[in-house]
């Protein structure tokens, strides 16, 4: 339906060797729209192995998306229920950082912002979604509609969390690029996301019940091979992997600036 710029080559390596891998049904995703493609058709490199759509939203395109939001997403959503889980990711961080600035980017409700807040480290928010940084705003922490690469921070991060971020970004290596910009010396980076190389993954696939094909907002398929080798070549070394706690099937990893 022409919504979609298409990636003419890998996104990950620039390879041109990619091919049709499947397809996913996105029309009961709750942010579907009808100007939108009911289907996302997923790509593979056949040099790196990585897993991604066939394109990224036009602006028209992602303006319709980004239109909406899950009630889970708004600003104080569930936020009590999530404190203890954000606690739980930020302990994981404590040591290796435990001051300075944190920076979420795309907070949705803002549940880590919050808990941070309450840990010490100076909480600074970052989203595409106008309405939810308004929201965290009136409620006295520091919050930006941008594209977080444009954020005056250079240098100043203690911790940027990429909290199921990055596979929405049409050029990963982009955003990570920011964050090693952002990140002060040893800065630390927090990265969650969906772990296409576990078990879960391929039992949810079995079943044919697996809802990342239809992520609507979704962009990429990593597992957790090709994200280690991502972020080792974007100047970072992993330290620590772990299950998230925060959707089906998903990892937590912990890198520092190299």
Partial sequence: MGDRMLFESCPLCGSAAITAHRTG????????????????????????????????????????????VNAMQRVGGAVEQNRAVSARMIEKVLPYASE???????????SLLFTADEYGFRAVGVD?????????????????CCDFGELPLEGQCAVISL?????????PKDGLASAHRLLGPRGVLFVSMPNADSIIWRL???SGANPYWGEIEHYHNFGRARLYALLEESGFRPLKYGISERYRACMEVIAVKA
């Fill in 163 to 171: 909290a199921d971020v990055l596979e929405h970004m049409p050029f």
């Fill in 204 to 206: 949810l696939d079995a």
């Fill in 100 to 110: 300075g600035v944190w920076l979420d980017v795309g907070f949705g409700n803002g």
């Fill in 128 to 144: 595409l979604r106008a309405d939810n940084v308004r929201a965290l705003q009136n409620l006295g922490l520091e919050a930006h």
């Fill in 25 to 68: 049904d996105c029309s009961r995703h709750a942010l579907y729209k009808p100007q939108l493609s009911p289907t996302i058709a997923w790509m593979r490199c056949a040099d790196c192995g990585h897993v991604f759509t066939e394109g990224y939203f036009t602006p028209e395109a992602a303006a319709v998306v980004f239109s909406d």
